[in-house]
Structure formats: structure tokens, C-alpha cells
């Protein structure tokens, strides 16, 4: 969804929906269904489609998480080989060195 309303792109979806969220450039996770629903501590999660406050209508929330399972997730999973970058009009996946020393990576 996010690449059909960003004319392919998930770093112009980005760009578009996201401006004041992702700073420049855009950096973001992956987050893979399949690990989701097989986490401990998701296995109520359920997706909604709602849409953003600024208009993205390919925007998911998950419910039904508990503070602690969302909190071990993101420990687990919201790192690299998970991130990505906004590039030169392109996406990147950054490498554990560049994740851990974001403040000096240039594109």
C-alpha cells in the first residue's frame, strides 16, 4: 500500500504522510507480520486499518499488546538488519555499524 501512494517509493510515503516524525533523512523498520503474530505476548494482536492524522490511508495500529511484549519486541526486532534509510531518493538497509553510529552516517 505505502509504495502505491508514494509512486513506488516507501521513502516518498514517508516524505509525504510522516515529514515532522521521521526527520531527514527518513529512517524506519521493517516489521514483519509473521514475527509479530508469532511473538510471545501477541498472540490477541489484532491490525485496524486507521487511517493517520495526516491522511495516510495505509496506516495499521496494533491492539490488543501489552505494554511489556510491545516494549520486548522492540528490543528484539527494532534494530538492524531491521532499519532502513532514505537514501538518494532510495532505500537502504543500514548496517549494525551505521545503526549504532547514526549521528555520523551520511547518505
Known amino acids: 500500500c ?3 501512494t508514494g509512486n513506488g517509493s516507501i521513502c516518498s510515503h514517508i516524505r509525504k504522510y510522516y515529514p515532522n516524525t521521521t526527520g531527514e533523512p527518513p529512517i524506519y523498520c521493517r516489521i514483519e507480520y509473521d514475527l509479530l503474530k508469532n511473538f510471545p505476548g501477541f498472540e490477541n494482536m489484532s491490525l485496524t486499518d486507521e487511517q493517520s492524522d ?3 490511508k495505509c496506516h ?3 491492539r490488543n499488546v501489552g ?3 510491545s516494549q520486548k519486541y522492540a528490543r528484539e526486532h527494532i534494530k538492524s538488519p531491521n532499519i532502513y534509510i532514505c537514501c538518494n531518493g532510495d532505500e537502504r538497509q543500514l548496517t549494525k555499524g551505521e545503526h549504532e553510529d547514526l549521528k555520523n552516517f551520511r547518505c
Open 2 to 4: 505505502a509504495r502505491g
Open 54 to 56: 495526516s491522511g495516510d
Open 60 to 62: 495499521r495500529n496494533i
Open 67 to 69: 505494554k511489556s511484549a
